[in-house]
């Protein structure tokens, strides 16, 4: 009997929110990652983007006050035909000219406090991309393992509404808009500041 009331109970606090505070979320460039895809003629073009690091602050029972960046090192990104990712590189995404992509967080909408499990939230924040800079959303379903989070999120962006060139040519027809899929890794800790110095 004893055991099994010690089971419940352990279960309840592996349910349970995790106790209010401000945490810091580091990502682990090496388990995550970005993948995109589009429609082009006759075929779906995936690729993915380059390594990705960054940390996240946010306080875990509201959300708020959220701050923080990702950083993406376009220079690596590539879809597999090198034909292709050289034209990606010099002629659509510039890298030579524009190296990095820089999500910088500005709010979180967490509906609940942060738990153990499942969570899902969103990401609000500012994309600096391609010489200019715009507001960005990214939902994101968040599973909390003690101190690990893995974070799953996507977006859809309007690469040639945002002023990149469209690849279109002759009969091959590309998408206008790419969908980007993150899949990031992290560790949760607690900021230094909000570390009690004794």
């Known amino acids: 009997m004893r055991r099994a009331q010690i089971l419940m109970l352990a279960g309840v606090a592996?349910?349970?929110?995790l106790a209010a505070a401000p945490r810091l979320l580091e990502l682990d460039?090496?388990?995550?990652?970005?993948?995109?895809?589009?429609?082009?003629?006759?075929?779906?073009?995936?690729?993915?983007?380059?390594?990705i690091a960054g940390t996240i602050q946010f306080d875990d029972a509201t959300g708020n006050p959220a701050r923080g960046a990702i950083v993406i090192d376009l220079l690596d990104s590539a879809t597999g035909v090198g034909r292709?990712?050289?034209?990606m590189h010099e002629k659509i995404l510039e890298t030579p000219r524009y190296p990095r992509a820089v999500f910088t967080l500005e709010r979180v909408d967490l509906p609940s406090p942060l738990r153990q499990g499942r969570n899902t939230l969103q990401l609000h924040g500012v994309l600096d991309f391609h010489g200019a800079q715009r507001p960005?959303?990214?939902p994101v379903e968040a599973v909390v393992d003690g101190e690990e989070v893995a974070g799953t999120g996507f977006a859809i962006i309007p690469y040639v509404e945002w002023g990149l060139r469209d690849p279109s040519y002759w009969l091959l027809r590309v998408a206008k808009e790419v969908r980007v899929d993150v899949r990031t890794v992290g560790l949760l800790k607690t900021p230094p500041s909000a570390v009690d110095p004794q």
């Open 136 to 138: 960005l959303s990214l």
């Open 29 to 51: 460039g090496a388990r995550s990652a970005i993948e995109v895809r589009f429609g082009a003629t006759l075929q779906m073009v995936r690729g993915r983007l380059g390594p």
């Open 84 to 87: 292709r990712d050289r034209k």
């Open 14 to 17: 592996l349910a349970s929110p």
